[in-house]
C-alpha cells in the first residue's frame, strides 16, 4: 500500500501568508496533521496545514512541484518533485542550480 | 444556588489544602507523573523501526512529550512536602506507581496503538479532571499538556483505523486493546476511595471517578466502533450515546493511593525511568 503525500503550509503570523514548508506521507488525513506537527514544530507557528497532494491542481504540470501521477494506482505517486523533501522542515524554498 | 465562599476559593499553596486532601492529592499526581515517565519510556522503545518515518518521528516526539509531561508533574510534588528530583531519580522500582499495564514492553506496533489509544487517552482523562481544580499550581499546567495529547490522540486514532484494515494484524490489535481497555478503565479509581470523594468535594478534581471512566469512553469507544471492536471488547451503546463497559473490573487488591492490586515495575524498566546511566552527569 503506498501512502499518499500530504503537503504542509504553516504561518508564523496570522497575517503573513501560509507558505509551503515540506510535505509528509500518511494514510488519512488525521495522521498527516500529526505528522506535519511532529516534523515540523521546531518553530513556532501560527497555523498549519496539511493538503493533499493529489488535490493541488497546477496551472502548468510541467514546472510544478507538486503534481501527481494522473487516476491510475499510483495516483498519489511524485513524477516530479524537486523543491521539498527535507525532514528538517522551516525554509525549504527551491535554490535552482545556477 | 447560591456559592459559598468555600466553594469559591481557590488554593494557591498546598498547605492551605485540608490536611485529609493532601495525601490523596500526592498519590494523584505521583501516579500521574511515574505513568507518563513509564509511558514515555515505552513509547521510545518504537522510535526506531517504526512502520514509516513519520510514524517513527512522531513516536519520538510523543516520548519526549510525555517525559515533559512527567517532569511537569514531579515538579508539582514540591509543594506537597515532596523533592522532585529525589522522587525523579532516586527510588526503587517498588516505589513506583505506574499504571501496572504499562510494567511490560508494548508488543508490536498493534500494542504501541493500543496503549496510545486507551493508556495515554486514560491519563489524559484524569489530567482533564484537573482542568478546573481549585488547586492552582495544577489547574495552571494541565491545558499545554492536555493540547498536545491531542494529538497523541489523532495519531493513536489514525494507526488504530489503518492496522484495523490489515487482515493479519486486526487479530492481534484487538488483543491488545483488549489487554489495556479494562486495566485503564480500572486506573481511572473507584467512587468509594475516601480519598477521591475529598478531591472531589473541595474541588481539586472536578468529578468522580466514574464519571471520568464515562468521558473516557465517550472519547475512545467511537473509535473502536468505528474498527468494528467495540462489541467485542465489552462496549455498549446505550440510549443510543452513552457507552458502557460490560465487563467487570477487577478490584482484588486494588490501593486507591497506589492504584495498582500488587505487582512492580521491574528494576531495569525503574533504572532507565531514574536515569541511572547518566546519574553522574545529573544537573541541579
Not at chain 2, 512536602?81 to 527510588?91: I, S, Y
Not at chain 2, 473509535?223 to 468494528?228: F, H, K, R, T
Amino acid at each position: 500500500m503506498k501512502e499518499p503525500v500530504y503537503e504542509v503550509f504553516a504561518r508564523k503570523t496570522r497575517e503573513e501568508p501560509l507558505r509551503h514548508i515540506g510535505f509528509i506521507n500518511a494514510s488519512d488525513g488525521d495522521l498527516a496533521r500529526v505528522y506535519a506537527w511532529k516534523t515540523y514544530d521546531e518553530q513556532n507557528w501560527a497555523e498549519m496545514c496539511v493538503i493533499p497532494r493529489s488535490a493541488i491542481l497546477p496551472l502548468d504540470p510541467g514546472e510544478s512541484q507538486f503534481v501527481t501521477a494522473p487516476h491510475d494506482e499510483h495516483e498519489d505517486e511524485i513524477v516530479h518533485s524537486r523543491a521539498t523533501g527535507s525532514y528538517g522542515g522551516g525554509d525549504v524554498a527551491v535554490k535552482e542550480a545556477s | 444556588m447560591t456559592e459559598t465562599l468555600s466553594q469559591a476559593a481557590t488554593y494557591d499553596k498546598a498547605d492551605q489544602l485540608p490536611d485529609d486532601v493532601r495525601a490523596p492529592l500526592r498519590d494523584l499526581i505521583l501516579a500521574l507523573a511515574d505513568s507518563k515517565r513509564v509511558l514515555g519510556l515505552r513509547y521510545s522503545d518504537k522510535m526506531l523501526g517504526a512502520p514509516t518515518l513519520e510514524a517513527g518521528i512522531a513516536a519520538s516526539s510523543m516520548a519526549q512529550d510525555e517525559w515533559g509531561h512527567a517532569r511537569l508533574t514531579y515538579a508539582l510534588l514540591g509543594d506537597l512536602g515532596d523533592e522532585p528530583k529525589a522522587l525523579e531519580h532516586e527510588r526503587v522500582a517498588s516505589e513506583y506507581r505506574s499504571i501496572a499495564a504499562l510494567d511490560t514492553g508494548l508488543d508490536g506496533w498493534a500494542g504501541m496503538t493500543a496503549a496510545a489509544l486507551l493508556v495515554d487517552t486514560a491519563l489524559s482523562a484524569q489530567y482533564a479532571a484537573l482542568l478546573d481544580s481549585r488547586y492552582t499550581p495544577v489547574h495552571n499546567r494541565v491545558q499545554k499538556l492536555l493540547d498536545e495529547e491531542k494529538f497523541h490522540f489523532q495519531y493513536a486514532a489514525g494507526w488504530a483505523r489503518r492496522i484495523a484494515q490489515v487482515p493479519e494484524l486486526r487479530g492481534e490489535l484487538t488483543e491488545a486493546l483488549r489487554r489495556y481497555l479494562a486495566p485503564a478503565l480500572a486506573w481511572l479509581g473507584r467512587d468509594e476511595a475516601p480519598g477521591m470523594r475529598r478531591l472531589v468535594e473541595e474541588g481539586i478534581v472536578r468529578d468522580e471517578p466514574s464519571a471520568r471512566r464515562a468521558r473516557y469512553l465517550a472519547r475512545v469507544a467511537p473509535v473502536l466502533d468505528d474498527i468494528g471492536v467495540a462489541a467485542a471488547l465489552g462496549l455498549e451503546r446505550r440510549d443510543g450515546s452513552t457507552w458502557t463497559f460490560t465487563g467487570e473490573l477487577d478490584w482484588n487488591g486494588w490501593d486507591d493511593a497506589t492504584r495498582r492490586a500488587g505487582g512492580e515495575l521491574d528494576e531495569e524498566t525503574a533504572a532507565r525511568a531514574r536515569g541511572d546511566k547518566n546519574r553522574a552527569l545529573l544537573m541541579d
